[in-house]
């Protein structure tokens, strides 16, 4: 029981850590940073259970937060649906595309997975710029309306935040059930050895795609909650440049590791706030140490200092710390 | 909208001189991929450091333009060798993500440093023999992409001859068909592979050079030059040299005629069109048109 | 009768290319028995496994699992018929720990998906606890009772990985055990705990097939042996038999020439 319990606690640490942040936060685009951290957190989540977990491999996530992003405002903003609605057919349709181009692309390995991952992002990003009458085109789309529930609407930094953070919480529970069952321990079969996770009689292309599409949903759920947030979306939010982001989080925190989404996202988001304000030697020194990071610690930040300093210690390295 | 058979020809034209610039792309990513296995997400940036060191040399400096190439040229080339040294060779349990984001961090870092030298703008470069338009049937073509073919053509008879009559050329061959083996005759491979880093800025810094009259030099030219460039390798065949260029000159034309011959409005999605070919590629025949096994 | 030929290969043919490493290749295995594939290097044993398992297509021939033929199945559905293999190079999950690893090996005999998963529901966790329970007999069966369960799967020894490997695919309750050369790079007295265990298996209901070059062993255990050289059959009988058969010493004295 105990055993059980304990990879609750992370969740339980961020819990408490969300309730107390706004006190600590000085003004309100501060908090504005933390829910665009907590939106991103709920993308990296989802590509870590893809990328860390089943082993797979995705340069073009930005396109399923686009879509979820662009499927609120549309619906919302342009068609006057409900925003509830708009972000469930936004979540709905990530889903979908991500079944469909999974199921072919999942077909692929390694490099090959990358780049027909980023050709896709690229294909998504040019439509969205393209189809004008549907998106906007580079205007973009403005004045989303924000979410409600019954009289509360969410049209402040202060209460997205705590929407955000719920959101995070729950999806951070989610992602540790999944890890530890018997369908999370298949996809991480898949990435063990897919040979002899076929052998076990686990079906892999379908595990694939069932994390693949996971993945596209929480992106698109992000996608939403970011263009409710924001009210306003364009398309090179959602573009190659995201997509690199979204990876880097994920890598830079530690593959396999819910703690390692949350600090992997808070960190580059962070990092990418500051380079809009001093492009030039930051954008230096942002792949420099990702450069440096990826060479002498490829296990990322969380989980690679926590390696390091095991090693020191001399201890048995123990598994299992995911969250 | 059918296209008058001048038009078709402009397209063409446009077509095959572009082609040739991802040719050249395409070639820089074959031959790290073969020598390592690795994609070099960086590629796109020899093309723009290239570009932009020739702005300095030529433009800045008022260098003539042979004496700017050649700087330029190697300029890249030392960038393409220091790049394999600091961030391929030190690198521990290298998986193919961790790869993937060392050459993007890469890519990321030199993008940050060519804006930081030559700041955001985009700057001109003179074109090598003028701006006279030169007619062909009732079509026309610029000098400079007389250059563009012509050069693209001479360095692939270099590299060929490079291949097959230079112990260098045949050795990095050998490394490239099979590492153990070629390492059991003496060959060694971690200087191939430094080599093959080397010779894909060569070839990166001479299509900035080249394109850049052109292009223009700017510090983010690489990204979508990079990638198609990579689109052409994948069309090819990502692993032939040959498929790479053939490879370019397709996706090239493709798109040039896609571009010219789509209706109004339709323009825009002629980036698609190199994304497009990549994933029906992948997804139909993944070893492209002339690809032996791969890696 | 043919209940009890638990696996069949019915003129199994593979060609890689021109060279043709498994030769309409026929012999049963009979429910209850451990039976040894044997030959030398190069022999085609491991491309017979990877046959019956399906990790490579038949170019001809059958291959038949309690009768039912096996053509075009993917290797998941050959394990959901109940037939359960180890590698020859340790392939286990290195992203997981013993227990899991184990834990993997009884995915067939699971249900819960990915929702009962993620919220939890009362049937997954019934099923977890169950699958625990089966994981940790299997592991004190193969004697590996005495490791922490959470211990990452690579920082067993060698032997302990074997055996690690054969406890996974105990999990799944096969009908049908392959072991691919589960000696290999044993120690004698590892290899000697292994032949006990391999009985010990067979006297729980699973029948064994397995390939092995450790004579000792496989004379031992095994209650027939079949010889393979260059992908065609050349000997199949009780192991004294096969063992004084003049084909068969030519085809591994040939070996050594």
Known sequence: MKHELARYRWIVIVAAAAAVLPRLLPDRYAIHLAVMIGINTIVALGLNLLMGYAGQVSLGQAAFVGVGAYASAILSANMGISPWFAMAAGVALSALIGA???????????????????????????????????????????????????????????????????????????????????????????????????????????????????????????????????????????????????????????????????????????????????????????????????????????????????????????????? | MIPSGDQFLQYLLSGVTLGSIYGMIALGFTLIHNATGIVNFAQGEFVAYGALIVFTCSGVLGLPMPLAILIAVVGVTLVGAALERAAIRPSRRPSVITLIIITIGASIFLRGTAMWIWGPDALPIRHFSGEEPIAIGRASILPQHLWIMGIVLGTMVALWLLGEKTQVGKAMRACAMDREAAQLVGIPASRMVMLSFALSGTLGGIAGAIVAPIAMGQYNM?????????????????????????????????????????????????????????????????????????? | MAAD????????????????????????????????????????????????????????????????????????????????????????????????????????????????????????????????????????????????????????????????????????????????????????????????LVQRIRDLGITVLIVDHDMDLVMQISGEVVVLDHGVKIAEGAPRAVQRDPKVIAAYLGEEA
Request: glycine share 14%; proline share 3%; with cysteine.
């Open chain 1, 100 to 323: 469909a181009v999974g199921v072919p692309l999942l077909k692929l390995r390694g490099h090959y997975l990358a780049m027909g991952t980023l050709g896709f992002g690229m294909i998504v990003h040019i439509v969205l710029v393209q189809w004008e009458s549907l998106t906007g085109g580079t205007i973009g789309i403005m004045s989303v309306p924000p979410l409600k529930i019954g009289g509360i609407s969410f049209d402040s930094e202060l209460k997205m935040y705590y929407l955000v953070a719920a959101s995070v919480i729950v999806a951070m529970a989610l992602a540790a059930n999944i890890i530890n069952s018997r369908v999370g321990r298949a996809m991480r079969a898949v990435h063990g050895s897919e040979i002899a996770a076929e052998m076990s009689g686990v079906d892999t292309a379908r595990y694939k795609l069932q994390v693949f599409v996971l993945s596209a949903a929480m992106a698109g759920y992000a996608g939403s909650l970011y263009a409710h947030h924001t009210t306003y979306v364009h398309p090179d939010s959602f573009g190659f440049h995201y997509s690199i982001y979204l990876v880097v989080m994920v890598v830079i925190g530690g593959m396999a590791s819910i703690g390692g989404a949350i600090f992997g996202a808070g960190a580059v988001t962070l990092i990418a706030e500051h380079l809009r304000s001093f492009e030039e030697f930051s954008t230096v020194a942002f792949g420099f140490i990702l450069v440096a990071i990826m060479v002498f610690l490829p296990a990322g930040l969380w989980r690679g200092t926590a390696e390091a300093l095991r090693r020191l210690r001399r201890t048995a390295p123990t598994p299992g710390e995911e969250a």
């Open chain 2, 222 to 295: 690489g990204i979508m030059l990079g990638l198609k460039g990579f689109c052409a390798a994948i069309l090819g065949g990502m692993g032939n040299p040959l498929g790479a260029v053939l490879g370019g000159l397709l996706l090239g034309t493709l798109e040039s005629l896609g571009a010219g011959l789509s209706p109004i409005g339709w323009s825009g999605f002629k980036d698609a069109i190199a994304f497009g070919i990549m994933l029906i590629v992948l997804l139909a025949k993944p070893t492209g048109l002339l690809g032996r096994g791969g890696r």
């Open chain 3, 5 to 196: 030929q638990l696996l069949q290969l019915d003129r199994a043919t593979k060609r890689f290319g021109g060279l043709v490493a498994v030769d309409e290749l026929c012999f049963e295995v009979q429910r209850g028995q451990i039976k040894a594939l044997i030959g030398p290097n190069g022999a085609g044993k491991t491309t017979a496994f990877n046959l019956i398992t399906r990790v490579y297509p038949l170019d001809g021939g059958e291959v038949r699992i309690a009768g039912a033929p096996t053509r075009g199945l993917p290797s998941h559905r050959v394990a959901a018929l109940g037939v359960a293999r180890t590698f020859q190079n340790v392939q286990l999950f290195g992203n997981m720990s013993v227990l899991e690893n184990v834990m993997v090996g009884a995915h067939t005999r699971g249900t819960s998906g990915l929702l009962s998963s993620a919220l939890r529901l009362r049937s997954m966790r019934s099923q977890e606890r169950a699958l625990t329970e089966r994981a940790l007999s299997c592991l004190d069966l193969v004697g590996l009772g005495g490791i922490s369960r959470d211990t990452e799967a690579l920082s067993l020894s060698f032997g302990q990985q074997r055996l690690l490997e054969i406890a996974r695919a105990l999990a799944a309750e096969p009908q049908l055990l392959l072991l691919d050369e589960p000696a290999a790079g044993l120690s004698s007295a590892e290899t000697v705990r292994l032949g006990e």
